[in-house]
């Protein structure tokens, strides 16, 4: 299998997607196919110790980037030269079974859905990051791809979701929760109402197991859906505030361990553990998010992934591939359609 | 200045109510009027060491308790007797003022909104909860009182959250920031878009001190705003979510403590540190969410509050009806309506 991979975006590219190709070369038996400029691409295989691209790794030349300041919508039209266009093409072309970028989201949500379209009769592509909770991890779908919903699009979300938990994160019969500020089929505004009655008719016809409202606290503290469904504005406002409160506790944490000598001496005993914590909620562990309901395979990495990001995201895009998560959509999507006069408002 | 208070309110009623009452009457120099089964109150009471009320107490007694079970929206007609709805009625007529309730949030919203009154022009109560960040607390408004918004809610919502923060979290001229999920004027839904302009209008015609856009990230990890202006629905997942983080983080904390004798050890080195981390995110030190836009002052304290969290949602009711908050929004009323012809669609 091969994985094409932009070279030049994110913070620390091209150096850290570079790295992270080749580590996936030697440890995940795929070959990657790399997307930037030759020259600078060169420098970072030789800071590494290789005069030529090693054996599994190739070069896709492409002279542009696309920049965060660029217009996401026309970014793949305006610079069609850019290692994000290229990318896209190439896995249009079947040169590659996947495709990862830590570019901006908007520009490979635009180009990805321009070029390789979503699956057939899919609304909208949706962003599912996986995020941490008392019980290992969830998928949350979407999370800003689009900022309005429909029921029709949650009904989507919630099947694609699924899928995904099943396949990446192993979860047979993974229970899918609606995000919602209480329990009862009554809460939240039209769009979870009708969307909690679309859900619970999937699930009476055996076609998803969907555990009714959910609100932010269980679903994290109590790790009470392994699929946490909602509309992109809420998503994306559940994810950012999630990583503002890690950001703070271990900010609050960091300073309590250096707050005296006793304190650091504690951190000395703790060094380890502390490891170990960190990585549990470290975004470089997961590797990506999978931008679902895209014809082909496509892995949105952190903008600030370090090498081992993007060796997670490339073997992430390997799952996804290899699983035919696309296909598993695609095969059912006949029941994520409103039926003819059941449009959403 | 006397506090009323429902003494049959919340997880830990009627005990903590009562000692965090009597605390209050020792500590704040407040009288305490409360509200409840008389037969109940004199048992706590008693195990405090007093056979009869003590000076500075009072109480009025109410034969009905609202439980969760009942509607929210009827509770105060079907129990004219309960201990929430007397403790009202008695606010109403001057007996106190204000009121402090850990009973059901919704019934209290009703109550307060049909007996008490919003104040003239005001068109939603809200409720306003002080949250943790990293710059000390910020206030969030809404966080629920009502899920669906109007632009006009959010401009009144942030004004209200204003005049709040600097009376009660001593900031004098408070940074005003709009959840959002990115920080262009063009993000979110048609509500942010159509909220953003009207704040803009406000903060340059100097009435308020708009920061524009924020993301739930920076609002937690930089402290980005003092008053953080939402929807119900959108605060209330905001607000949730970050006590669901809390609540994995505080517990993945204490399972690396306890996790080795190591482990062990180094916990007892930190322990006044753990006592202080603890401390700083502990909602028991806030009190209570104020309910802001009723016509006098009503402090919602947590369902779970323990004594020590009574004790601080009387003295926060102390500082709401003593800096005349209420006064505040009045007198400002104009200023938070749009125009006739410029009514939000």
């Keep these: ?5 932009d070279a030049m975006g994110g913070d620390n590219a091209p150096q850290a997607p570079v790295e992270g190709a080749l580590r996936a070369v030697r440890e ?14 060169g420098a970072c295989l030789a800071k590494l110790g ?9 070069i896709a030349p492409a002279s542009q980037v696309i920049e965060m300041e660029d217009n996401p919508a026309r970014a ?3 610079k069609p030269d850019a290692s994000m266009t290229v990318g896209l093409r190439l896995l249009k072309e079947g040169r590659g079974e996947a495709f990862v970028s830590a570019g901006s989201t908007g520009a490979l949500l635009s180009a990805a859905t321009l ?11 949706a962003l599912a990051p996986v995020v941490p909770n008392a019980r290992g991890n969830m998928v949350l779908i979407d999370c800003g791809a689009t900022a309005e919903g429909t029921p029709e699009y949650l009904l989507q979300f919630a099947f694609m979701g699924a899928y995904y938990a099943r396949r990446f994160l192993g979860i047979e019969n993974p229970r899918v929760g609606l995000l919602n500020i209480g329990t009862e089929p009554s ?3 039209e769009l979870q109402k009708a969307a909690h009655a679309l859900l619970t008719q999937a699930h009476e016809a055996g076609r998803i197991r969907f555990v009714g409202n959910i609100e932010g606290r269980e679903a994290i503290s109590q790790g009470a859906a392994d699929v946490l469904v909602t509309d ?7 994810l950012k505030t999630v990583e503002g409160a890690a950001s703070l506790f271990s900010h609050a944490l960091k300073d309590m361990l250096l707050g005296s000598t006793k304190n650091k001496l504690a951190a000395l005993l703790l060094k380890n553990s502390i490891g170990a914590f960190k990585k549990r909620f470290d975004a470089n562990e997961v590797g990506g998010t999978a931008l679902l309901g895209i014809s082909q395979p496509v892995i949105k990495a952190h903008g600030s992934s370090n090498a081992y990001a993007f060796f997670n995201a490339i073997r992430q895009a390997q799952v996804v591939a290899q699983a ?8 059912n999507v006949a029941h994520m359609r409103l039926e003819p006069g059941e449009k959403e408002g």
């Design 187 to 189: 809460k939240g505004m």
């Design 1 to 5: 299998m091969r994985i094409i991979v």
């Design 232 to 238: 992109g504005f809420t998503g994306n406002i559940f």
């Design 115 to 125: 070029l390789i379209k979503r699956i057939r009769g899919i609304r909208r592509a």
């Design 324 to 331: 035919d998560i696309v296909g598993d959509i695609a095969a």
């Design 28 to 41: 995940l038996g795929v070959e990657v196919l790399l997307t930037g400029r030759p020259a600078e691409i």
């Design 76 to 78: 793949f039209k305006d």
């Design 50 to 58: 290789h005069t030529a691209p090693p054996p599994g790794v190739e």
